[in-house]
T-cell receptor
Framework: RKEVEQDPGPFNVPEGATVAFNCTYS??????FFWYRQDCRKEPKLLMS???SGNEDGRFTAQLNRASQYISLLIRDSKLSDSATYLC?????????FGAGTQVVVTP | GAGVSQSPSNKVTEKGKDVELRCDPI?????LYWYRQSLGQGLEFLIY????????KSGLPSDRFSAERTGGSVSTLTIQRTQQEDSAVYLC???????????????FGPGTRLTVL
């Protein structure tokens, strides 16, 4: 079983709609959680960190559920520019494990 | 300021040859990470450095892989006797501090695309 698992998608989302997806992790001792975004053939870039109480950054909302060991990302009012692969990242004492990514395609 | 840089950007080599991949982290960043990404796949964690030391080398795929970091700055990933399955994009990232209780953003370089023929 992979340490970090994501639904690969693709999630096809009409512009302006809301999309949400999860990521599960296996190491209960994990400390930090992130969502990174990766555009095609580009390096990943930090989208947002995920805090225990949940957090928002504009149209993006991240949640952490430690009991069930998953994190989620919700994108509201989707823009065409949101089309990308979203990588779930879990940090366990400096060892960062990346999920394989969830592809989101926003269509006009 | 300058971001993370990696060289070469592309490397084509023959099976059995050794290759060296270089990463120049952002100045002052304590932590440095190596990953590899095969086509259409997620990132595979290889190794990280805290300063010049590597606390966890368990991600290295085999003993043909080694990495070092000198002066708390530049890092080199060496692959000996390359195999076709080593073909991938090798990504380096750095972050300013490595503490379990602090959320550290990793800044990625553009990667080195390695092709083993």
């Amino acid at each position: 079983r992979k340490e970090v698992e994501q639904d690969p998608g693709p999630f096809n989302v009409p512009e302006g709609a809301t999309v949400a997806f999860n990521c599960t992790y296996s190491n209960s001792a994990s400390q930090s959680f992130f969502w990174y975004r990766q555009d095609c053939r580009k390096e990943p870039k930090l989208l947002m960190s995920v805090y225990s109480s949940g957090n928002e950054d504009g149209r993006f909302t991240a949640q952490l559920n430690r009991a069930s060991q998953y994190i989620s990302l919700l994108i509201r009012d989707s823009k065409l520019s949101d089309s990308a692969t979203y990588l779930c990242v879990v940090d366990s004492w400096g060892k960062f494990q990346f999920g394989a990514g969830t592809q989101v395609v926003v269509t006009p | 300021g300058a971001g993370v840089s990696q060289s070469p950007s592309n490397k084509v080599t023959e099976k059995g040859k050794d290759v060296e991949l270089r990463c120049d982290p952002i100045s002052g960043h304590t932590a440095l990470y190596w990953y590899r990404q095969s086509l259409g796949q997620g990132l595979e964690f290889l190794i990280y450095f805290q300063g010049n030391s590597a606390p966890d080398k368990s991600g290295l795929p085999s003993d043909r892989f080694s990495a070092e970091r000198t002066g708390g700055s530049v890092s080199t990933l060496t692959i000996q006797r390359t195999q076709q399955e080593d073909s991938a994009v090798y990504l380096c990232a750095s972050s300013p501090l490595l503490l379990a209780t602090i959320y550290n953003e990793q800044f990625f370089g553009p990667g080195t695309r390695l092709t083993v023929l």
